[in-house]
């Protein structure tokens, strides 16, 4: 799918149809609502006093035009009270509209954004819009060899403006959503992919087509490389599996050669069964998506070589499955980890943190200005704040201050807890440096604390996504399944990078 920009109005030729968003009880007509619905006779108007449309969120009605335009639909869509409409808001409007037109077997549609939203720039609009419309209309399919009620797909959107100044703003911020809002679709399908199309080869390779894809270099270890160095903790967790584990690094310098790199870290654990502490069966298919992390990695690093931002940017993902083979890691082993400190495994579930350590080790050579890890880490991070927030814990108040910004930007809502020191007593261990759990209490917490280990002196950030990552209801522009969380709060946080060590 294409979204055009145009100079012109909704009036001017066919789109198949145009998308009117109205407020509730909004009875004064602006702007383009305004002019189709007096080329259409008052047809908006009669619509809002019949009351069969009170412009509710989201709610809709369709409008046919009989040839008073030439466009032959009209989809109004509810924008809720004028004090609570916000950029989610409007992200979530266009995608439901976009929804509704393809399951009416509609190829096109056109929008203008000149509707009354003083407080949203135009520019933040016209990404909002054209994110909302792509990212509601993903869909993930080649696995369906029939289907034919999702055969549609809509070829063309236009954002018409009728004045040049306006659709400057509008077009190049259309193509930095497509550009980002592409990189989800990649983070949504490797993580959609099941476990025997993704292994941690395959996720490897395809890293290696998207640093072919350009600006972007590439090193991957292998298990050899990885034991020369001596990340044993990652090593730990690969040896219950027969699929050979991968370290993807990969490198974008678009900053100044001695500015610090921003080094981002994503779980690549391709399936999780726990290991030798094996999870219960119920959900485990869930499991192929422990390495959503390692996916908003990827698809991090594609949308920031494509947009070519001014940083320099490192991402990192240790990618291997934790299965419970014949040589499996057990529950009472000890590992060494890269950074010397050695760790007591009592649950080979708790993997997640296993690899990372090694992960955030080797992000010391480097010399990061800061470190941020994004993982599919803790079950606690969803009883903590349940499915659609990301647990955020880091050392560095103006990085967590940075991060927080990108995700109230974005809408990936991030809430931080807190890095108490004292639950550092909970992850003490009687024979090694710590072990690789705490006690139930305050899961999220602890694997932070047993991160933090990792992270030396380095402004350091953790992302736990256990919630966000896969969703089992929809949301209004993330269909069921893989959300792609972080992506676009990474993007957004590198795009408005000034946190520390610069
Ligand atoms: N990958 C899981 C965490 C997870 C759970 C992600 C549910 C998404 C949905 C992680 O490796 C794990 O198993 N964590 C354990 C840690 C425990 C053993 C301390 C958990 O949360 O139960
Ligand atoms: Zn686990
Ligand atoms: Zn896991």
């Given at each position: 799918m294409k979204i055009h920009t145009e100079r012109g109005t909704l009036l001017d030729r066919d789109f198949q149809a145009v998308v009117l968003p109205l407020y509730e009880k909004d009875t004064e007509l602006a702007g383009s609502a305004r002019a189709v619905d007096s080329a259409c006779g008052g047809a908006i108007g009669t619509l809002l006093a019949s009351g069969d449309f009170t412009g509710k969120l989201f709610d809709m009605a369709l409008l046919y035009t009989g040839g008073s335009i030439p466009s032959s639909r009209i989809l109004v869509v509810g924008m809720g009270k004028r004090e609570e409409f916000d950029v989610e808001k409007l992200r979530g409007l266009f995608s439901k509209a976009a929804q509704k037109i393809r399951g009416l077997h509609i190829?096109?549609?056109?929008?203008?954004?000149?509707?009354?939203t003083p407080d949203i720039p135009l520019d933040r609009k016209a990404m909002a819009a054209a994110e909302g419309i792509i990212l509601g209309l993903y869909r993930f399919t080649p696995f369906k060899t029939a289907d034919t009620d999702n055969d549609t797909e809509i070829e063309s959107v236009t954002i018409v403006a009728d004045d040049a100044a306006s659709l400057d703003v509008i077009t190049p911020a259309v193509a930095e959503a497509e550009i980002i809002a592409d990189a989800v679709y990649l983070a949504r399908d490797l993580?959609?992919?099941?476990?025997?199309?993704?292994?941690?080869?395959?996720?490897?390779e395809?890293?290696?087509?998207?640093?072919?894809?350009?600006n972007l270099d590439i090193e991957v270890l292998d298990w050899d490389a990885m034991e020369k160095l001596g990340m044993n903790t990652l090593l730990g967790v690969a040896r219950g599996s027969k699929a050979p584990p991968r370290f993807i690094v990969m490198q974008y310098r678009g900053g100044a050669p001695e500015e610090k790199p921003v080094v981002l870290i994503?779980?690549?654990?391709?399936?999780?069964?726990?290991?030798?502490?094996?999870?219960?069966?119920a959900k485990m298919e869930d499991m192929k998506s422990d390495m959503s992390g390692g996916a908003a990695v990827i698809a991090t690093m594609k949308a920031v070589a494509a947009l070519k931002l001014p940083r320099n940017v490192v991402g990192i993902v240790p990618a291997t499955e934790n299965l419970p083979g014949g040589n499996a890691m057990k529950p009472?082993?000890?590992?060494?980890?890269l950074s010397g400190q050695t760790v007591e495994v009592i649950n080979t579930d708790a993997e997640g943190r296993l690899v990372l350590a090694d992960a955030i080790t080797y992000a010391h050579r480097f010399e990061p200005a800061a470190i941020i890890d994004i993982a599919t880490l803790t079950g606690a991070c969803i009883i903590a704040l349940g499915d659609n927030v990301i647990g955020m814990l880091g050392t560095d108040e103006a990085l967590n201050r940075a991060v927080k910004d990108a995700s109230e930007a974005t809408g990936e809502q991030a809430w931080e807890l807190p890095l108490w020191h004292e639950y550092e007593d909970l992850i003490k261990s009687d024979a090694a440096d710590m072990k690789n759990v705490g006690n139930r209490a305050a899961g999220?917490?602890?694997?932070?604390?047993f991160l933090k280990k990792f992270a030396g002196d380095y402004p350091w950030c953790h992302l736990d996504i256990a919630g966000p990552a896969l969703l089992d209801k929809e949301k209004p522009y993330i269909p069921k399944g893989a959300s792609g969380v972080g992506v676009r709060l990474f993007v957004q946080l590198l795009k408005e990078w000034n946190a520390p060590g610069q």
């Amino acid at each position: 799918m294409k979204i055009h920009t145009e100079r012109g109005t909704l009036l001017d030729r066919d789109f198949q149809a145009v998308v009117l968003p109205l407020y509730e009880k909004d009875t004064e007509l602006a702007g383009s609502a305004r002019a189709v619905d007096s080329a259409c006779g008052g047809a908006i108007g009669t619509l809002l006093a019949s009351g069969d449309f009170t412009g509710k969120l989201f709610d809709m009605a369709l409008l046919y035009t009989g040839g008073s335009i030439p466009s032959s639909r009209i989809l109004v869509v509810g924008m809720g009270k004028r004090e609570e409409f916000d950029v989610e808001k409007l992200r979530g409007l266009f995608s439901k509209a976009a929804q509704k037109i393809r399951g009416l077997h509609i190829t096109a549609f056109a929008l203008a954004l000149d509707g009354d939203t003083p407080d949203i720039p135009l520019d933040r609009k016209a990404m909002a819009a054209a994110e909302g419309i792509i990212l509601g209309l993903y869909r993930f399919t080649p696995f369906k060899t029939a289907d034919t009620d999702n055969d549609t797909e809509i070829e063309s959107v236009t954002i018409v403006a009728d004045d040049a100044a306006s659709l400057d703003v509008i077009t190049p911020a259309v193509a930095e959503a497509e550009i980002i809002a592409d990189a989800v679709y990649l983070a949504r399908d490797l993580v959609s992919n099941p476990y025997n199309e993704m292994t941690p080869t395959i996720l490897a390779e395809r890293a290696e087509e998207v640093a072919a894809g350009g600006n972007l270099d590439i090193e991957v270890l292998d298990w050899d490389a990885m034991e020369k160095l001596g990340m044993n903790t990652l090593l730990g967790v690969a040896r219950g599996s027969k699929a050979p584990p991968r370290f993807i690094v990969m490198q974008y310098r678009g900053g100044a050669p001695e500015e610090k790199p921003v080094v981002l870290i994503g779980k690549g654990i391709t399936f999780d069964s726990g290991g030798i502490s094996i999870k219960p069966s119920a959900k485990m298919e869930d499991m192929k998506s422990d390495m959503s992390g390692g996916a908003a990695v990827i698809a991090t690093m594609k949308a920031v070589a494509a947009l070519k931002l001014p940083r320099n940017v490192v991402g990192i993902v240790p990618a291997t499955e934790n299965l419970p083979g014949g040589n499996a890691m057990k529950p009472g082993d000890i590992l060494k980890s890269l950074s010397g400190q050695t760790v007591e495994v009592i649950n080979t579930d708790a993997e997640g943190r296993l690899v990372l350590a090694d992960a955030i080790t080797y992000a010391h050579r480097f010399e990061p200005a800061a470190i941020i890890d994004i993982a599919t880490l803790t079950g606690a991070c969803i009883i903590a704040l349940g499915d659609n927030v990301i647990g955020m814990l880091g050392t560095d108040e103006a990085l967590n201050r940075a991060v927080k910004d990108a995700s109230e930007a974005t809408g990936e809502q991030a809430w931080e807890l807190p890095l108490w020191h004292e639950y550092e007593d909970l992850i003490k261990s009687d024979a090694a440096d710590m072990k690789n759990v705490g006690n139930r209490a305050a899961g999220t917490i602890t694997a932070a604390l047993f991160l933090k280990k990792f992270a030396g002196d380095y402004p350091w950030c953790h992302l736990d996504i256990a919630g966000p990552a896969l969703l089992d209801k929809e949301k209004p522009y993330i269909p069921k399944g893989a959300s792609g969380v972080g992506v676009r709060l990474f993007v957004q946080l590198l795009k408005e990078w000034n946190a520390p060590g610069q």
